[in-house]
């Protein structure tokens, strides 16, 4: 089924009542009647126009974080400028929707409001923006000492951010009001327990566990994945049977099955985990030959987006830059 996933559909943030603004909705529908997307009902309809397995971002965009929500859109940030792009997976054309503050636009997830949350590396904050329009709704500054804000997940009740460079997890909360908070509310969670910075890229994706009830983050350098316990930042090792998840970046969590891109590697892994998130096993690796160091995932039906950011490639204003899509297995 054509949709969002089911980490977005349990991480949004807001109840399912609410409405998403009327120019998406008139977009969606069209599409749908388009497209002849199938419904639950209607299991052997098939789309009259297949989906672009490809699509081409800006050249010299330099993309990092990828974000789908219940619309057939993908946004893409910049870690160059911050610049968020806009891409219909229908049709693989898009645009820039708002051209950053200068400093990256990392990991990032959409809410059923439209409402784009964005980490901000090096800028030490984080920013949401309106899906639709692009304009700037709020901006949080979280560390006024070096840092790197890599990635967010939401919650029912919070935007749950990443530093790579300081022990802590920042946490915007979030209500039934389609009010965003002050830069005053934010708190700041030391991380505790088994994780230890050291040099390099640290925690790095972040997700929720199977029951909602814990947050996993991955840990870049070492390749270890934790579970957070989002109360009192205590982490504990998640038990993968002695294996790695080197280089791991971004995190998507279907059902009970987490997927880790692991970007310098080439690779998805798939790991199917206990509901407590204590536990578990890597059960496939998927790659592609286009795959060119990968760093975050977004799904949408049946298939996985990744944005390639080329890491090992020399970044130019004329560099090209894609994102992938391959099927969910």
């Given amino acids: 089924m054509a949709g969002p996933s089911a980490e977005a559909a349990e991480s ?6 609410l409405t998403r603004p009327r120019v998406f909705l008139v977009l969606a529908a069209a599409l749908a009647a388009v497209l002849s997307v199938p419904t639950a009902g209607a299991a052997s309809a098939r789309p009259t126009r ?14 990092e974080g990828i974000a789908i929500g219940a619309a057939p ?10 610049a ?11 645009s820039v929707i708002n051209p950053g503050p200068g400093t990256p636009s990392l990991g990032m997830k959409v809410d059923r409001r439209d409402r784009l949350f ?11 923006i309106d899906a639709v329009t692009g304009a700037l709704l709020a901006s949080y500054r979280f560390s006024t000492v070096p840092s790197f804000v890599n990635d967010v997940v939401l919650t029912p009740d919070a935007a749950w951010f990443t530093d790579s460079t300081n022990p802590v997890l920042y946490r915007v909360p979030l209500s039934r009001s389609p009010k965003l908070p002050g830069p005053e509310a934010v708190v700041r969670t030391p991380l505790t327990g088994d994780i230890v910075y050291g ?4 925690a790095n994706g972040i997700a929720r566990t199977p029951d909602g009830r814990g947050l996993l983050i991955v840990q870049s350098n070492t390749g ?3 579970r957070v316990d989002p109360a009192t930042g205590v982490t504990r090792t998640v038990d993968l049977g002695g294996e790695l998840l080197t280089n791991g970046d971004g995190l998507l969590l279907e059902g009970r099955t987490l997927y880790v891109v692991q970007n310098r590697l080439n690779i998805v892994a798939a ?10 096993a890597i059960v496939s690796r998927l790659t592609d030959p286009r795959f060119d160091v990968p760093t975050t995932v977004a799904a949408y039906g049946k298939r996985l987006y990744l944005p390639n950011a080329r890491f090992t490639t020399p970044p130019t204003p004329t560099t090209p830059y894609s994102a992938v899509a391959i099927p969910r297995r």
Avoid: K, M
């Avoid at 297949?50 to 993309?63: K, N």
């Avoid at 993908?74 to 870690?79: D, I, M, N």
């Avoid at 790991?271 to 578990?280: I, K, Y």
């Fill in 12 to 17: 949004q943030g807001v109840p399912t009542v």
């Fill in 50 to 63: 297949a989906l672009p397995d490809t699509i081409a971002l800006p050249d010299g965009f330099q993309p």
């Fill in 73 to 82: 859109y993908a946004f893409f940030g910049s870690r160059a400028t911050g």
């Fill in 84 to 94: 968020i792009y806009r891409a219909s997976l229908v049709t693989g054309e898009g």
């Fill in 118 to 128: 964005v980490a901000g590396g090096t800028g030490g904050d984080g920013r949401v």
């Fill in 199 to 202: 040099t390099g890229i640290n």
């Fill in 224 to 226: 270890l994945l934790f």
């Fill in 271 to 280: 790991v199917r985990l206990n509901d407590a998130g204590t536990r578990g």
